[in-house]
């Protein structure tokens, strides 16, 4: 696929109208402080901000990881794709049309396209069977009497693989694709000989969709539950499907968090497909497990807002309370949890009360402590003692986590009305907060230690980006960096000018290679007083005694090897080279 040239003038004309902070604003809680910005950084877990952004420069950098340049390398770094769909992503945020088409053009693997193709092919073929032919009949009628639309069917492209179980391998033979590839797909199970056989055979097959909607495997629902058969079969670990990364429906409802105020996680792919036929298009799956650390990851760079909607049964607020667990673990996404009436689960309420009604309970969700209580409460009589004590200890347990005083008063006032016990009492029993980890008000301090004469070089550097005259003053003085990258990104600086008429960082950042622009943005990130000409002077003193100094240190190693082999001649010469050195060095 041809990469779309987008014209740089247009490239550099959204750079100018985009404010990095409200585009990373979306991802990242953003603070002020002092002349920048700072939050979490997206690219990591962390519990104290290393992550900041200048508006003035229009970059962001994270002295923990190191990563940093302009809007575009925040884009490419934080969803993994090329520059072209960086600039068009950035683009749509500004509403500002772009005349050319960019096209996914991350390139997978000949391998790894090679599998996806197949999927897609045999996905393919189970739609087709499933809507046109006899064979589909009693899997379409089960799904119509659930209440599936022909066209909801087509949107999820659902399936049917029928009771032969050479059907998958006659149709891959037929296209002559090798045994070891078609034994890669995860489509088949095989017999001692290694003969294939259609691992899926008489189920409804749900089509499992990476996040740009690529077909990375499948899962099966059988039609007819015999004994001791799973109700859902999926596709195993391949080289394109892993359960931990995957959310159903993700490709579909990304597009829709903003809108929607953020996920729906349901229990079940059929759940996220009646929701979406009418209307509540934001819902996603994880794969019959719990929640990973994966799949939490590829929501946070997607929205701030998780609502679980499991069912309202025993099993699913149980499930729902061990996702709000996982959940309380992670930073990045706020959370609540819908509690359907009446024990229904998404879809038997929104068959029963609509859309809009649905859409008022996801209004109504529950905070994750009002949730826990809620919890702890289920199946309890608590006009019995005992009961009541239990409940008064799990409650205040939970409560105790909580960082703000006005959500424990909340909350000690809720499970006063629930146990009738006065809120002072409570209080009293709250256990200790556990030593609160500092959180975001400062900046965590960078680890990276620079000594003196990094420090100068990154000094100097940043007052050339800010300054012509400091520029001039090295380049005439033919003044060379000693560290080759602060040297390299010096000589881009110089190039990059010779270029532009109106330079500035972030314009600069996207000629540079990832590091480039990585080191770029820690430099000019430091915060740094005015500069003198003093200042200037001193530091282009330090660093001038640099080669010196690294002569010296390479005399001293000669000098030692010398001793060792007693060599008296050699001796004399590099002691006296030596010493010359350090006059010089002292004058
Ligand atoms: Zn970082």
Sequence with gaps: MRMAMIPEATVDQILKTVNIADYIGQVVQLHKAGQNLFGLCPFHEEKTPSFSVSESKQIFHCFSCGRGGNVYKFVMDLENVSFPEAVAKVAAFANIPLDVQVTQTVQDAPEVTQQKTILNDVKDLYHHILVN???????????????????????????????????????????????????ETGLFVENQD??????????????????VGAVVGFSGRVLQKADQQAKYLNSPETTVFNKRDLLFNLDLAKSQFKLADGALLFEGFMDVISAYQAGIKNGIASMGTSLTNEQLQLLAKRTHQLTVCYDGDAPGLAAANRAVDILGEQNRL????????????????????????????????????????????????????EAKLTYIKASLATVAKLRQPVERAVYLQQIAKDTGINEQTLAQQLPRPQAVVQTSVHMATPQVKFDR?????????????????????LVNNNFVFPDARYQD???????????NHQPDIATFSDTLEPDQANLLADVSMQNLAPMSDEVIDDLLALLGTVPLRQQLQSLKTQLAQAQQLNDQEAMRSLSQQYFGLLRQLKA
């Design 133 to 183: 032919t006899k064979t589909g009949e009693a899997a379409l009628a089960y799904l119509t009497e659930r209440g599936l639309s022909q066209e909801t069917i087509a949107t999820f492209e659902l399936g049917y693989a029928p009771a032969d179980n050479k059907l998958v391998k006659a149709f891959l033979d037929n296209r002559k694709i090798d045994y070891q590839v078609q034994r």
């Design 194 to 211: 290694g003969e294939l056989f259609d691992r899926f055979v008489d189920r409804i097959m749900f089509p499992l969709k990476n996040e």
């Design 334 to 385: 706020a959370s609540g949890v819908v509690v359907l009436p009446n024990g229904q689960d998404p879809d038997e309420f929104i068959k029963a009360s609509g859309a809009e009604a649905f859409k008022a309970q996801v209004q109504k969700r529950l905070t994750p402590t009002a949730f826990k209580l809620f919890f702890l409460k289920q199946g309890q009589d608590l006009t019995n003692d």
């Design 453 to 473: 004469y990094q420090r100068a070089q990154r000094e100097l550097l940043a007052f050339v980006l800010h300054d012509e005259l400091v520029q001039a003053r």
């Design 489 to 499: 990104l010096f000589n881009a600086w110089l190039q990059y000018l010779a270029a």
